[in-house]
């Protein structure tokens, strides 16, 4: 039997802190476990299988922000699932008004879109802020590129990875490879001159890659870190803070702005719905002025 203790824990992790999240059926909860970024070891896998299948689950959940729950759990087996959860090096999620859990794409080391890592990045916010009380919900997810799988631009924070494209005009053939790759149509040919729409170009790099003759070089990568996206009902793109050219600067700049959402934000309200009371300008003009970077010209 679970000690008193123990199931005061179990309370407090429903009613404030922490992945617990009762049912519709109030009797049954669902238990969110932490996976940063989605990565499992095989072991984690087995170990989860082998405790669900030993509490006769017939099925686990695979969520949309990279963890896994497990479903219709009783109350009194919770302090069991959790014990044998933390012997396999799993511990809880979160789900109430705290940093959850923080999700990334796979990032260079797998993606060929990708164009930055992201493990590292992933590795050091998930240690400074995962389970961090604030007064509301916050997410962080980091895509390696524009594609955003991780859906980076509608979470409070993100990360995304850029590359900025150089031409240079005077060895370019003319071939028109790049703007038969480029998904936005920035880039045009007329009379076998290349042009570059750089308020369509999103900076994905996939057109320094596609040149054949190499002649398209790359600035970056860069880390362009947004603030204020929503998921939901009415989702909503971030707006854009700043861009840096360091995965180290990109880290401290999410440590700076979960501390002004930790001291500045209102409880019950959305952050996307506050940025401009919280004067999102002001920290913004604070961040260029520490780490901001010279624009590189792309006209080649």
Same mark, same amino acid.
């Given at each position: 039997m679970p000690s008193k203790s123990e199931m005061n824990r179990i309370r407090e992790l429903i009613e404030r802190k922490g992945g617990i999240i009762r049912?519709?059926?109030?009797?049954?909860?669902? *238990?969110?476990?932490r996976i940063p970024g989605g990565v499992l070891t095989p072991d984690m896998v087995l170990g989860i299988g082998?405790?669900?299948r030993r509490l006769g689950m017939g099925s686990l959940h695979i969520t949309t922000r990279q963890t896994v729950e497990i479903p219709h759990i009783e109350q009194n087996k919770i302090p069991s699932l959790l014990r044998s959860l933390e012997k396999i090096g799993i511990g809880i999620g979160a789900e109430h008004d705290e940093v959850v859990n923080i999700t990334a794409c796979p990032g260079n080391k797998r993606c060929k879109l990708a164009n930055i890592g992201t493990d590292t990045i992933l590795d050091n916010l998930d240690r400074a802020h995962f389970g961090k009380g604030m007064p509301i919900r916050v997410r962080i997810a980091v895509s390696a590129c524009p594609n955003g799988c991780t859906s980076e631009r509608l979470s409070e924070i993100g990360i995304t990875?850029?590359?900025?494209? *150089?031409?240079?005009?005077?060895k370019c053939t003319g071939c028109g490879t790049c703007a038969n790759t480029c998904k936005e149509n920035a880039i045009v040919t007329v009379n076998g001159r290349l042009t570059l729409?750089?308020?369509?170009?999103m900076e994905?790099?996939?057109?320094?890659?596609?040149?054949?003759?190499?002649?398209?070089?790359?600035?970056?990568?860069?880390?362009m870190i947004t603030v204020g996206g929503r998921r939901g009902r009415h989702p909503q793109l971030g707006r854009e803070l700043i861009r840096v050219s360091s995965a180290?600067?990109?880290?401290?700049?999410?440590?700076?702005?979960?501390?002004?959402?930790?001291r500045n934000a209102y409880s019950g309200k959305n952050l996307t719905d506050q940025m401009d009371t919280m004067d999102?300008?002001?920290?913004?003009?604070?961040?260029?002025k520490e780490f901001g970077e010279p624009v590189a010209d792309r006209t080649g």
């Open positions: 049912e519709r059926n109030s009797q049954l909860y669902t *238990i969110r476990v082998r405790i669900t990875g850029l590359r900025m494209p *150089i031409r240079n005009q005077g729409d750089t308020e369509k170009c994905c790099g996939m057109c320094i890659d596609s040149c054949p003759f190499q002649i398209i070089r790359g600035l970056g990568p860069y880390y180290e600067k990109a880290v401290e700049i999410v440590n700076r702005v979960v501390d002004w959402i930790r999102f300008s002001q920290l913004q003009t604070k961040i260029i």
